[in-house]
């Protein structure tokens, strides 16, 4: 059983049940606020005695004061026959009205503790605490898994906004949760007996009159000692008792005190149970702590968010789940397919290729990586592994490189699919461990390890070209991936380009959908996913806006023979495509005001453009922008020279390979400019590189050269969030 198991069952089972907690703990948050807020101050310096005197003297029948940990000091009082509680105002003793609990609060509370059942409903809630605990553990456990270890809990997390939104609130909640569950715990302990508070007993010492007359409170020496501020409730002798005392509890203890003389009968120091009793009462409820409270509060109120990205994440795994026909016994097969796959999408790609070989004839079976094994009838194995978090196996495939090296190595040929994100510095490094793994122990390799990008179906579909063509039969490897809705947007206008090499380019700007149907909120970097008449899988193209742009805007270079883009240079003002938006997180502007260092090379631009368009607050941005020809493909040219003018873009540096003197190509304008990339580098600048995978290889050339002086690389600027490409 693993920690991702038990995290995400114990908050499908209990997760309902912790919303009503966290939301009527949010609601009793207000609680100390509203206390807080009705409090008269007491003076540091003020005495017990003092206190009392004053109080006694202003409200007849006085039983008991108590102060609660608000700092809100009440009187409680016989008013004939009827007992009254009344706000009282420490400096003068006066009531400043009538304390009444409102019955909400206590139904909320009641709800809170019990579930309004009793015994019955105390040990469910102490039964939830416990399952919150135990789901703290175990989300910290994966959390710090995802991050790749615990010293990195703090970083920036990456992924869908979904996954960032659970990720984000749980890290926020997980210390509260925890200490919430085990503060419940003990309350709930001593509620039933469990633990012993060892309250005193009052000793069997009374006052004892002797014919003289009770002591004023202000002359009792014990209460002259004590603090308001530590008191707890001060129990006044019965008047029709002329043997009972005075008994008065604070923080630090119990004492007794003879009415006539002003002895102290007894004095019991706090337990060790007291005391931790206290604490968990102020953790638990941040009751005389109203900041604790209030974090209190917006942490019950954010569990609603927990639970329900939670939720979503779990039903999007479910989708994902694999669905396999023909899936043969291991011993039977001669083609086996294994799985590490942290959230399921990877999947769909082991389904498509299971099909594929299927339809081909082969026997296959397909499993998770956790099961890999080698039956002599296998002629291939395929492995299709995951990269979880810096460089992880994903969980259940965490043992696979320890079963891999006690399986006995056979004649069957094997290749490794790698998917990760080329964001993370240890892009797809579960998967070149595994192929390292096994071609050390001698498997002999079908295809050198391959990594996909994104999940892209048109890496994958590459990649199937290429292991049909290994296995000398072509494959008919149909992978589909599930697509969001899509919106259908307009085209208001374009943009031509000639391009130099006979491969024309145009930016299209399009329509928000109408209020019939919302494409939902993007930033530029975003991609716009569209697919095109007759094709199953999308394209996808950086945007150039944002949605505070009011518009969706792409530059499209048109392929010989590309579907998509050859359907796209068709459309005329007026004509409309589906499209949806798939999120780019990794490559997203980091927040705060630090320098930017934005590369790009041809239709490349468009995302930089995007962040440079979205600029108001004139964030110094460094733009090296390197294309073919000035005429023919200076994509935004125009703009850029427009936003240079108000401040947006703080330089523009081109480079055109093929005009004479135009500077070759966009790493070339680097080097020519090394000494301000290097000192936009060692002022903490952040790098975008957006083009295509040789201009990339180029730049990260001249980048490395430049980082060296300064003690760093692109891999540690990765690792800390200052370098992401979004390469095509």
């Known amino acids: 059983m693993g920690w991702k198991w038990l995290h995400r069952w114990i908050g499908l089972v209990a997760g309902t049940l912790a919303l009503v907690l966290g939301l009527s703990g949010a609601a009793l948050s207000l609680d100390p606020l509203r206390s807080a807020w009705q409090a008269a101050p007491a ?19 006085l039983e008991e004061i108590r102060r609660l940990p608000s700092g809100l000091v009440l009187a409680f009082a016989f008013d004939g026959d009827q007992p009254r509680a009344w706000r009282i105002d ?146 006044l002798p019965a008047a029709d008792d002329p043997q009972d005392h005075w008994q008065v509890t604070t923080g630090a203890g119990q004492g007794w005190v003879d009415r006539y003389s002003g002895q102290t009968l007894a004095w019991a120091d706090a337990s060790a149970a007291q005391r931790v009793q206290d604490w968990a009462l102020l953790l638990h409820t941040g009751d005389g702590a109203w900041a604790w409270a209030l974090a209190l509060g917006v942490s019950g109120a954010s569990i609603a968010l927990f639970w329900y990205t939670g939720l ?133 390799p079908l295809l050198p390890l391959e990594r996909i990008h994104q999940q892209s179906p048109q890496e994958f579909a590459r990649w199937g070209e290429a292991l049909g063509q290994a296995l000398g039969q ?41 209020s019939g149907r919302r494409l939902g909120r993007f930033v530029a970097g975003d991609l716009l996913g569209i697919v095109a008449p007759g094709t199953a899988v999308p394209r996808y193209y950086s945007l150039a806006s944002g949605a505070r742009d009011g518009f969706v805007e792409i530059c499209v270079r048109r392929r010989p023979g590309g579907l998509c883009s050859n359907f796209l240079h068709g459309l005329q003002p007026g004509a409309s495509v589906q499209a949806f938006i798939h999120p780019n997180p990794g490559f997203a502007l980091p927040g705060g005001r630090p320098p930017l260092l934005l590369i790009g090379a041809g239709t490349g631009v468009a995302p930089l453009a995007g962040f440079i368009r979205g600029n108001r607050r004139r964030q110094p941005m460094h733009l090296f922008y390197g ?50 990339v290097g000192q936009l580098l060692a002022q903490g600048a952040h790098v975008r590189v957006c083009g295509s995978r040789p201009m990339a290889q180029g730049v990260a050339q001249v980048l490395e050269a430049l980082l060296a002086p300064l003690g760093l690389s692109l891999a540690q600027l990765k690792e800390r969030g200052r370098y992401a490409e979004d390469l095509f």
């Open 43 to 61: 003076a540091p310096d003020l005495s017990v005695a003092t206190l009392a005197q004053r109080v006694q003297d202003q409200v007849p029948g």
């Open 90 to 235: 420490p400096a003068s003793g006066a009531p400043l009205g009538v304390y009444q609990p409102s019955a909400l609060p206590r139904w909320v509370k009641n709800l809170h503790r019990s579930w309004l059942a009793g015994d019955a409903g105390r040990i469910a809630s102490a039964t939830l605490a416990l399952a919150m605990l135990v789901l703290s553990v175990s989300g910290l456990v994966l959390l710090a898994r995802r991050l790749g270890g615990w010293r990195r809990l703090g970083r920036r997390v990456r992924g869908t906004l979904v996954q960032r939104l659970h990720v984000v609130t749980g890290r926020v909640l997980l210390l509260v949760l925890a200490l919430s569950a085990v503060t419940a715990l003990w309350l709930s302990a001593t509620t039933f007996g469990l633990v012993e508070l060892d309250a005193a007993a009052e000793p069997e010492a009374l006052s004892t009159p002797n014919g003289q007359a009770p002591l004023p409170p202000d002359q009792l020496p014990l209460l002259q000692r004590l603090r308001v501020q530590d008191l707890h409730k001060l129990n």
């Open 312 to 444: 979503l994440l779990w039903w999007q795994a479910r989708r994902l789940a694999p669905k396999l026909r023909d899936n043969s016994a291991p011993a039977q097969a001669d083609a086996l397919i294994f799985v590490a796959s942290e959230g399921g999408s990877s999947w769909g790609f082991a389904q498509a290729l299971h099909a594929a070989l299927v339809a081909a004839g082969r026997r296959v079976h397909s499993s998770g990586l956790e099961h890999f094994c080698a039956p002599p009838a296998a002629r291939h194995i395929f492995v299709l592994a995951a990269t979880y978090g810096e460089g992880q196996a994903p969980a259940h495939a965490a043992r696979a490189l320890e079963r891999i090296e006690s399986t006995a190595v056979t004649s069957a040929q094997v290749a490794v699919l790698g998917f990760g994100d080329r964001q993370f510095p240890a892009y797809c490094a579960f998967a070149e461990s595994l192929a390292q793994a096994l071609h050390a122990r001698g498997w002999q």
């Open 474 to 514: 072509p494959l008919a490897i149909d992978y589909r991936p599930r697509l969001p809705a899509t919106s259908r947007l307009t085209l208001q206008s374009r943009q031509e380009f000639g391009g130099g090499a006979g491969e024309p380019a145009a930016i299209l700007r399009l329509a928000l959908p109408g």
């Open 627 to 676: 294309t073919r020809d000035r005429e023919h493909d200076f994509f935004f040219g125009q703009e850029l020279a427009d936003w240079q003018s108000d401040g947006r873009l703080a330089s523009l540096h081109t480079a055109f390979s093929r005009n004479p003197g135009g500077g070759g190509h966009v790493q070339d304008a680097l080097r020519k400019r090394a000494a301000q």
